[in-house]
Structure formats: C-alpha cells, structure tokens
Nanobody
Framework: QVQLVESGGGLVQTGGSLRLSCATSVASGRTFSNYAMAWFRQAPGKEREFVSATTWSGRSTHYAAAVKGRFTISRDNANSTVYLQMNSLKPEDTAVYYC?????????????????WGQGTQVTVSS
C-alpha cells in the first residue's frame, strides 16, 4: 500500500494557476517508481472523475479531454512525489482533487483500478 498526502489546493480566480503536489510513502519492500499515479476530482453532487495519469516512468501520460492542454502531470521518482500543474483554470475545475496510486505498468483511468488514495485537496476557482 501507498500513503498519499495532497497539498497545494486553494482559491484562485478564473485564468489563474495552481500546482498540486502528492507526497507518497510506500510500504517497505516496494518502490514509488513501480506505481502508476493519477489525479481525480470530485465536485459536489457529482461522481469522482479522472483528470490525468502517468506511468511509473513518466514517459506516458493521459489527460481527460476537459483538462488537456491546460493541466500537466509530472512525477519525481527520486522524491516520491507527483505533481499536477493547472493553468488557465475555470470555475468548472472547482472540486476536491485526489491523488491515487496503482501498482501497475499501464495507465488506468477508472477509480476502481486504483487501490491507494489521498485525503484530497480543495480547489476553488472563482468567476
């Protein structure tokens, strides 16, 4: 299992930027670089939705259509941290953002494919 702690959320105006971080702690005998990492978000009254994911190497990434071209996922395996740079934010990006981990070599995009989750960080974009 992986312990995940998100940070970097906050209140920002439309068009602004935020950078989310997800610090990880991996169980003994396992390494962070063996995990696919993803960001999901959940707005009030809505289901949790996929935002972005990266493979263990960082060479492959995937984005939801709603954020492609505005958000960038990256990872620092040396520091066991994954990031989500969010630019050109819109009010519809307002949600709790969750970091997730899966010990797989591909890019899962469904919440049920991830077995470790952080507690979430609130992002609010004002119009």
């Amino acid at each position: 299992q992986v312990q995940l702690v998100e940070s970097g959320g906050g209140l920002v105006q439309t068009g602004g930027s935020l950078r989310l971080s997800c610090a990880t702690s991996v169980a003994s005998g396992r390494t962070f670089s063996n995990y696919a990492m993803a960001w999901f978000r959940q707005a009030p009254g809505k289901e949790r939705e996929f935002v972005s994911a990266t493979t263990w190497s960082g060479r492959s990434t995937h984005y939801a259509a709603a954020v492609k071209g505005r958000f960038t996922i990256s990872r620092d395996n040396a520091n066991s941290t994954v990031y989500l740079q969010m630019n050109s934010l819109k009010p519809e990006d307002t949600a709790v953002y969750y970091c997730a981990a899966a010990r797989v070599s591909w890019l899962p995009i469904l919440p049920r494919e991830y077995d470790s989750w952080g507690q979430g960080t609130q992002v609010t974009v004002s119009s």
